[in-house]
């Protein structure tokens, strides 16, 4: 995790926060769902606490979540960690049924990496034009909320149905501040006329108890909203980076139902990405066999994958039975859950284990290929040069990340592959076609001795091997895309 196993202070349970970070809100309403007790420490993030800064040392970012010394970060993992860790306390945020775990983890997604996004430029607009144009931008993200309401509640009050789940906690911890801008912008966001749906389960969420006991003062949020468009009006930065979203993982989609076919088991995919890479070796280390893969030309996107994913039009996409899951991490745990007794787990069964390996998961698809895909996508040899340096540190983090995943082992699963490494695994190939091209060697054995053997290891696996493309067919893949990119 992003902390060292340490930096717990002198109560079983802590949380470092700031109080008007929706990041943070989420957390203390799920620990309030759960009728945890807990320690709040605020943080100043302009005068950071060496507690935080031990804790978190990779993005040394609040929330934080410290649990007998252990410390979990990220909010949304946090959230599932607090639903595993007290799973006998209060009602559960996650459902029961894997297909509808994968669609909360979905919609939970969307919220941080989809909405918030959009949301952020009208919170950040301090004229009337720029309102006017963010709120217009905004407007097809709730859309596509309200139509997901409607689809996860099944007319009941909440997205988990009778009792506010992951979905609602991740979505309503934003509500205060959604309230506060369209007072200052003179905006209805969850407007009741266009979205009767999101209108009411809002005002059914903020009556909660625990959400009461958990969200900040509306007067006070909207007196620290004042104070930044104060300050951008005069051009200065913003003073604490409140609503960074702490969670920008690569996502594809989730469908509703009932986008199927004839197989029971069907992976819409294009061979060569290592997002469908990476469920093709979740499958195979799950010993999951007989499902039929569907190449999609995403130039001409089948109607079986609007169909299925009609909210980002993306693969892979898994459809079980008719039921379509959509975005890679999402699928990993899905497979893993839905096939538990079929293979090793890719997750451990230890809660803080499990939140450790969705930390770094997220990592991958968010710090490191974020720094990757640049490298990736030049076209020079001095472009290439250049950014090649830029995505180094994240794999010194990987290595380090090894060293304390693995535990001297050979994968970071341990001795057998787990989620990390099939997220992870996933790029391999795409490793080894840009090194061919570009004349690199990111895995230095040199440089990078533990990621290197890890490399071996995990190819050497039989059922990896076998459902990995060839490197000659991804180089293929990247010269054709570098040759239209030039012309």
Request: with cysteine; charged share 25%; glycine share 8%.
């Amino acid at each position: 995790m992003a902390g060292g196993g340490g930096g717990g202070g002198g109560g079983e349970l802590q949380l470092l926060g700031t109080w008007s970070s929706p990041w943070v809100i989420r957390v203390r309403v799920a620990l309030e769902t759960k009728g945890l007790s807990y320690d709040y420490v605020e943080e100043d993030l302009s005068r950071k606490s060496d507690l935080l800064l031990k804790s978190n040392p990779l993005h040394k970012k609040v929330p934080v979540l410290i649990h007998g010394g252990q410390p979990v970060c990220e909010s949304l993992v946090i959230l599932e960690y607090v639903d595993e860790a007290w799973a006998g306390a209060g009602p559960p945020l996650l459902p029961a049924d894997p297909y509808d775990r994968a669609a909360a983890r979905f919609w939970a997604s969307y919220v941080n990496d989809t909405f918030f996004p959009s949301w952020k430029a009208l919170f950040r607009s301090t004229t009337t034009d720029q309102r006017a144009e963010a709120f217009k931008n905004v407007v097809p993200q709730v859309e596509t909320l309200e139509r997901a309401f409607r689809e996860c509640s099944k007319g009941k009050a909440f997205f988990a149905g009778d009792a506010a789940g992951l979905v609602d906690v991740a979505l309503g911890s934003h509500l205060v501040w959604i309230k506060v801008v369209d007072e200052v912008a003179g905006t209805n966001l969850f407007d009741e006329a266009k979205f009767p749906g999101l209108a009411a389960w809002a005002e059914r969420f903020l009556s909660l108890d625990a959400v009461k006991k958990a969200a900040p003062d509306a007067g006070e949020v909207l007196k620290q909203y004042e104070g930044f468009l104060a300050k951008w009006n005069e051009g200065a930065a913003t003073p604490q980076k409140i609503l960074n979203n702490d969670l920008r993982i690569h996502i594809s989609a989730m469908a509703g139902l009932g986008a199927g076919g004839a197989a029971e088991l069907r992976l819409l995919e294009e061979r060569v990405s290592p997002y469908c890479i990476r469920v093709k070796h979740a499958m195979a280390v799950k010993g999951v066999t007989g499902y039929e893969c569907v190449e999609e030309d995403l130039e001409h996107k089948s109607e079986l994958l609007l169909a299925s994913n009609p909210v980002h039009k993306k693969v892979p996409v898994l459809i079980h039975n008719g039921a379509p899951v959509c975005e890679s991490l999402v699928i990993v745990q899905y497979v893993d859950e839905v096939w538990a007794g079929a293979g090793p787990a890719l997750l451990p069964s230890d809660p803080y284990e499990r939140s450790r390996a969705r930390f770094w998961a997220s990592y991958i698809d968010d710090k490191f290929f974020s720094s990757y895909l640049p490298f990736f996508t030049a076209t020079t040899e001095e472009a290439r040069a250049e950014k090649f340096k830029d995505v180094i540190p994240q794999v010194e983090t990987l290595e380090e990340a090894f060293e304390e995943c693995s535990k001297g082992k050979h994968f970071f699963g341990g001795d057998r592959i787990g989620f990390v490494d099939v997220a992870l695994g996933g790029y391999l190939r795409l490793f080894k076609a840009l090194d061919e091209v570009a004349g690199t060697r990111l895995l230095d054995a040199a440089k990078f001795p533990r990621l290197a053997a890890w490399a071996e290891h995990y190819e050497a696996v039989d059922a990896i091997r076998g459902a990995s493309p060839a490197v000659a067919d991804v180089v293929a893949f990247y010269k054709k895309m570098q040759a239209a990119a030039s012309h």
